[in-house]
């Protein structure tokens, strides 16, 4: 099963946040137009549709884990749009790409060494891997006032073993991950980067919190984010950090 079972509908409607930082990440990818670009972790296609405006005599290849996601890309996408439902740890293409972007997935993946080589494989020898997502530091207060609920009950016997999913790495592990799995150069960075989602309950219930959810089921799971944003207060404050990586196969 994914990590996450996000609903692609309902990501698509509230991932504003997402959408902004995801067109700055896409920015930094210098295009001809010609190119064949994989977008890794496309989601409900918001930065997919951008990047195949970029590229008007070339093509894009977009995967994500979620078949809600990729659902949804395809909507908006339209029928002639390459949208495959895929693992990134599982990734085969029929030929390399000249490029990948991803923007707020690989912190949803545990094994960032064998994503690294997989995407390598991807890409042609000189294609550039432009990505950011969660990095260390992410939602540390949020992720702490979450805690407090948690550890105690009715919530706490949800979640005796369970482990957090997310995996926010340092920069300079990063950087030796990418080298090691074959990329020539690697740059990678952290950046604050606070958001205040204008739809907060459904955002924290979609985009942040979807894997407790799941655990909790409902009403528990509607009373943990009531209680969540009662505690932090509103607006409702996501303190992001982002990883951010430029590398060159």
Known sequence: MPVRECDGASYDRISGPQQALGLEVLA??????????????????????????????????????SPSMVEAARRRLGPGADVRVADLLELELEE???????????????????????????????????????????????????????????????????????????????????????????????APAPQQPEHAREFLATVIFEPHLRVLGEPLGERFIEELIELVGEPVSVDYVRLNIDATA
Do not use: K, M
């Not at 706490?156 to 080298?179: I, K, V």
């Open 28 to 65: 930094r990818l210098e295009l001809s137009g010609d190119e064949v670009v994989l977008d890794a972790g496309c989601g409900s296609g918001r930065i997919t549709e951008a990047l195949a405006r970029r590229l008007p005599n070339g093509r894009v290849i977009a995967v994500d884990e």
């Open 96 to 190: 390399p790409v000249d490029a990948a972007l991803s923007t707020a997935t690989f912190h949803w993946i545990p094994d960032h060494e064998a994503l690294f080589r997989r995407l390598r494989a991807a890409l042609r020898p000189g294609g550039r891997l432009v990505a950011q997502c969660g990095g260390h530091g992410n939602i540390d207060g949020l992720r702490g006032s979450a805690q407090a609920i948690l550890s105690r009950e009715p919530y706490a016997e949800h979640f005796r073993g369970w482990r957090a999913p997310w995996n926010y790495a340092e920069p300079q592990a990063t950087s030796e991950r990418l080298l090691a799995a074959g990329f020539s150069s690697a740059g990678c960075w952290l």
